[in-house]
């Protein structure tokens, strides 16, 4: 029996949250970090911004890590907030203002395509 991409896309709608119909290429995301300076001169805390970008499908999930002399620490179970657009997802990290001065942060975004992984950024660094 063939299915119609009318019929198939039918199908898929009703049981996923987003699709990708046969033939569409998957796009893995365009990641980046923007440290938020200003924020973090106005209290005890700073906000980092990752920006994922251009992918499909649409979902990611991001990952936060602090870069420290024995390692990495895993910070992706802090204070974090996503907000989702079409085309582009982003995560905001709350990070203590003493660290974010003076520490290196990673963001990582696991895609259907792959890992993508952003450059490292000191957080006081201007965007």
Not at 17 to 38: L, N, T
Not at 43 to 70: H, I, N, Y
């Amino acid at each position: 029996m063939r299915v119609s991409a009318a019929d198939w896309l039918d199908v898929c709608l009703s049981a996923c949250f987003c699709c990708q119909p046969p033939g569409d290429p998957v796009v893995k995301p365009m990641v980046s970090v923007y440290p938020a300076a200003s924020s973090a001169r106005r209290g005890r805390r700073g906000f980092l911004l990752c920006l994922a970008s251009g992918m499909f499908p649409p979902e990611v999930k991001f990952t936060w890590k602090r870069l420290e002399d024995d390692g990495e620490k895993d910070l992706t179970s802090g204070e974090q907030l996503e907000l989702r657009e079409p085309n582009r997802t982003a995560s905001i990290l709350l990070v203590d203002r003493d660290l974010l001065s003076t520490s290196r942060y990673r963001c990582s975004v696991q895609h259907e395509g792959g890992p993508v992984e952003a450059p490292t950024t000191q957080g006081d660094e201007a965007a």
